[in-house]
T-cell receptor
């Protein structure tokens, strides 16, 4: 099935560092969502974006809806060990969401 | 319930057998989605139910896969004559489009292993 291009695929960082990941699409979306998935669990919503250019924060997380409506990024500031997991973006034009391939984050204490 | 509930959490089956996976959405959510997540991959859309409308089955990979949603609540995903490539985590999500801008809430998934 169709998937978004999400990068990087994986990253190892030191505790305290900032992290940035992004998603790009060939299609225009009306909504971007960012999820985090821990092992053995379902994805949990982090941030929802509904307007082009929108910048939204949730604690140490900040996400933006790209002006072209074809991309989005997620930043995590001052990473901590519990940030480890897989981060997914998801874009939607109507009811159907297309998910990115995920960014696997590992934080070294 | 408080969240999306899926059962069983793990299912091991032999090739060729049929399996049924269950999803109990958040109470009041009218939309329900099934996804498949293969090892190390993203989420692959399978099927979408919304109220009494005809489901969007465009993501089902073959006619061995089917799903139903009885009474607008609980859904069952059935895989007939399972194959080894069906091994994956099957995730269910529900949403309430008119209220929460169609934000999807996920269950913990069913991990299916076909031997």
């Amino acid at each position: 099935g169709q998937q978004l291009n999400q990068s990087p695929q994986s990253m190892f960082i030191q505790e305290g560092e900032d992290v940035s990941m992004n998603c790009t699409s060939s299609s225009i979306f009306n909504t971007w969502l960012w999820y985090k998935q821990d092992p053995g669990e379902g994805p949990v919503l982090l941030i929802a974006l509904y307007k082009a250019g929108e910048l939204t924060s949730n604690g140490r997380l900040t996400a933006q809806f790209g002006i072209t409506r074809k991309d989005s990024f997620l930043n995590i500031s001052a990473s901590i060990p519990s940030d480890v997991g897989i981060y997914f973006c998801a874009g939607s034009g109507t009811y159907k969401y297309i998910f990115g391939t995920g960014t696997r984050l590992k934080v070294l204490a | 319930g408080a969240g999306v509930s899926q059962s069983p959490s793990n299912k091991v089956t032999e090739k060729g057998k049929d399996v049924e996976l269950r999803c109990d959405p958040i109470s009041g959510h009218t939309a329900l989605y099934w996804y498949r997540q293969s090892l190390g991959q993203g989420l692959e859309f399978l099927i979408y139910f919304q109220g009494n409308s005809a489901p969007d089955k465009s993501g089902l990979p073959s006619d061995r896969f089917s799903a139903e949603r009885t009474g607008g609540s609980v859904s069952t995903l059935t895989i007939q004559r399972t194959q080894q490539e069906d091994s994956a985590v099957y995730l269910c999500a529900s949403s309430f489009p008119r209220v929460a801008k169609n934000i999807q809430y996920f269950g913990a998934g069913t991990r299916l292993s076909v031997l």
